[in-house]
């Protein structure tokens, strides 16, 4: 029996199926963005743990910032007795905030946990019920945040039904037809058949959508957003869990647009590998609640937010927003010319170094090959690199290596992938 099969025997017989697993690589150590197994094989990780990697496994500022926290206390929760690392983290969080008002900044745990907690809170501040989101969207796995996900399967199927008034709009996706004007004129049939625009709480999107497909919102469309918004005093939320942390070149993916939402949801690479989760917004908006109404009982841990801050003086001393540029170009120039290559490639999207395939069967008919897709990050894995896909199709390959990996291993990273796209032809 081959160590992959007894891997996903074991798996298969103690963890229940739905936490899938396609790729069977036991994780024994890891730096950067390289993974060993318990064999010494080596991956590249063009993963990063999806997206919480940008500043690398294990970075050694992080690492020494969490042993420190470790030998003064683990966990008090900040409700009972606050601790510097939160206080100091919300400050840190309130400046750099693509947002000029006076903002507040709430630590969580998980994705989901920030975006509930922002539906929450738009609730509050607006006394609205209804949300908004787009199609082909990644919220979360509890309950809202998939009524808000657009994605059914294998997201939402058989877990309905989904809390109400939340609604779809399509998501101006320009490789299968999407546009500003058509999103925009949905929104505004929306308001006439679906729900008015006085009783919305919030309209809540990535400015790139992550596991559906790395498809960039236009610029332009963010801006109107904003504007039909103010229009019928709505809040703006920008889902920043995947954007989030510098992988598009700018700490917040919504600043490309120079639009300020009234809310940011943030998550993933915040915490540098470690779980953190969080909502900054308007300190006015984020006043709203009550005293007791948000929280946790390992709301923004200790440990994560010492994590945090490590990542951020990451960010200012190895200068990692010019370095996700530079990655993002060599990775963009690498993709374009293997789609010269290979016809399997149907598009080549993304903004900064959050960059994806899509492969299709046919480009003229853009008929989806998730086989493909599958098959491609299986193939990789024997080739040592590791892949995620993504995409409402599952037909996207998409990449989120660590932002500190050296040109060359981004190169040899992608060699791999190329190598792996000659297999499958
Ligand atoms: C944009 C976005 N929002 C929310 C989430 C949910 O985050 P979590 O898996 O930490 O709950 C994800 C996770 O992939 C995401 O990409």
């Given at each position: 029996?081959?160590?992959?099969?007894?891997?996903?025997?074991?798996?298969?017989?103690?963890?229940?199926?739905?936490?899938?697993?396609?790729?069977?690589?036991?994780?024994?150590?890891?730096?950067g963005?390289e993974?060993?197994?318990?064999?010494?094989?080596?991956?590249?990780?063009?993963?990063?743990?999806?997206?919480?990697?940008?500043?690398?496994?294990?970075?050694?500022?992080?690492?020494?910032?969490?042993?420190?926290?470790?030998?003064?206390?683990?966990?008090?929760?900040?409700?009972?007795?606050?601790?510097?690392?939160?206080?100091?983290?919300?400050?840190?969080?309130?400046?750099?905030?693509?947002?000029?008002?006076?903002?507040?900044?709430?630590?969580?745990?998980?994705?989901?946990?920030?975006?509930?907690?922002?539906?929450?809170?738009?609730?509050?501040?607006?006394?609205?019920?209804?949300?908004?989101?787009f199609?082909?969207?990644?919220?979360?796995?509890?309950?809202?945040?998939?009524?808000?996900?657009?994605?059914?399967?294998?997201?939402?199927?058989?877990?309905?039904?989904?809390?109400?008034?939340?609604?779809?709009?399509?998501?101006?996706?320009?490789?299968?037809?999407g546009?500003?004007?058509?999103?925009?004129?949905?929104?505004?049939?929306m308001?006439?058949?679906?729900?008015?625009?006085?009783?919305?709480?919030?309209?809540?999107?990535?400015?790139?959508?992550?596991?559906?497909?790395?498809?960039?919102?236009?610029f332009?469309?963010?801006?109107?957003?904003?504007?039909?918004?103010?229009?019928?005093?709505?809040?703006?939320?920008?889902?920043?869990?995947?954007?989030?942390?510098?992988?598009?070149?700018?700490?917040?993916?919504?600043?490309?647009?120079?639009?300020?939402?009234?809310?940011?949801?943030?998550a993933?690479?915040?915490?540098?590998?470690?779980?953190?989760?969080?909502?900054?917004?308007?300190?006015?908006?984020?006043?709203?609640?009550?005293?007791?109404?948000?929280?946790?009982?390992?709301?923004?841990s200790?440990?994560?937010?010492?994590?945090?801050?490590?990542?951020?003086?990451?960010?200012?001393?190895?200068?990692?927003?010019?370095?996700?540029?530079?990655?993002?170009?060599?990775?963009?120039?690498?993709?374009?010319?293997?789609?010269?290559?290979?016809?399997?490639?149907?598009?080549?999207?993304?903004?900064?170094?959050?960059?994806?395939?899509?492969?299709?069967?046919?480009?003229?008919?853009?008929?989806?090959?998730?086989?493909?897709?599958s098959?491609?990050?299986?193939?990789?894995?024997?080739?040592?690199?590791?892949?995620?896909?993504?995409?409402?199709?599952?037909?996207?390959?998409?990449?989120?290596?660590?932002?500190?990996?050296?040109?060359?291993?981004?190169?040899?990273?992608?060699?791999?992938?190329?190598?792996?796209?000659?297999?499958?032809?």
């Amino acid at each position: 029996m081959s160590i992959a099969t007894s891997l996903s025997e074991r798996i298969a017989a103690a963890i229940p199926r739905g936490v899938s697993v396609p790729i069977p690589i036991l994780a024994h150590h890891a730096s950067g963005a390289e993974i060993w197994d318990a064999d010494g094989r080596r991956y590249i990780d063009f993963a990063g743990g999806i997206a919480v990697l940008n500043v690398g496994h294990r970075h050694p500022n992080v690492i020494a910032a969490v042993q420190a926290q470790l030998e003064a206390f683990t966990h008090t929760c900040f409700g009972v007795v606050p601790y510097e690392p939160y206080i100091k983290l919300a400050e840190r969080m309130n400046q750099i905030a693509p947002i000029a008002a006076p903002t507040k900044t709430i630590f969580l745990t998980t994705g989901a946990e920030a975006v509930e907690n922002a539906v929450k809170i738009a609730r509050h501040a607006t006394k609205r019920s209804a949300i908004i989101s787009f199609t082909g969207g990644f919220h979360g796995r509890t309950l809202m945040a998939l009524a808000l996900t657009g994605k059914v399967n294998p997201y939402k199927a058989g877990f309905g039904p989904f809390p109400a008034d939340t609604f779809h709009a399509p998501f101006p996706d320009a490789y299968r037809g999407g546009s500003t004007e058509k999103s925009l004129a949905a929104l505004e049939t929306m308001f006439k058949s679906a729900v008015e625009a006085s009783r919305v709480a919030a309209i809540i999107i990535e400015p790139v959508q992550g596991e559906g497909g790395f498809s960039v919102a236009p610029f332009e469309f963010l801006r109107e957003l904003r504007e039909l918004c103010d229009r019928h005093g709505i809040l703006l939320i920008a889902d920043e869990i995947q954007t989030g942390f510098g992988r598009t070149g700018r700490m917040f993916a919504i600043e490309h647009a120079g639009v300020e939402p009234d809310l940011i949801t943030i998550a993933k690479s915040l915490g540098g590998g470690f779980p953190l989760s969080g909502v900054i917004g308007r300190a006015a908006v984020m006043d709203s609640v009550a005293p007791g109404g948000l929280g946790g009982t390992f709301a923004g841990s200790p440990v994560s937010c010492a994590a945090a801050l490590a990542v951020l003086d990451v960010f200012r001393d190895e200068h990692i927003l010019e370095r996700a540029e530079k990655q993002g170009a060599l990775i963009r120039s690498r993709l374009h010319a293997m789609r010269d290559q290979f016809p399997i490639i149907g598009d080549v999207r993304g903004l900064g170094a959050m960059l994806a395939i899509e492969l299709v069967r046919d480009r003229a008919s853009k008929e989806p090959a998730p086989e493909l897709a599958s098959r491609l990050a299986v193939r990789a894995s024997e080739h040592g690199l590791i892949l995620l896909t993504a995409g409402i199709y599952s037909n996207v390959i998409r990449i989120l290596a660590p932002l500190t990996a050296s040109p060359e291993l981004t190169d040899e990273g992608l060699t791999i992938l190329e190598r792996t796209l000659t297999d499958l032809r």
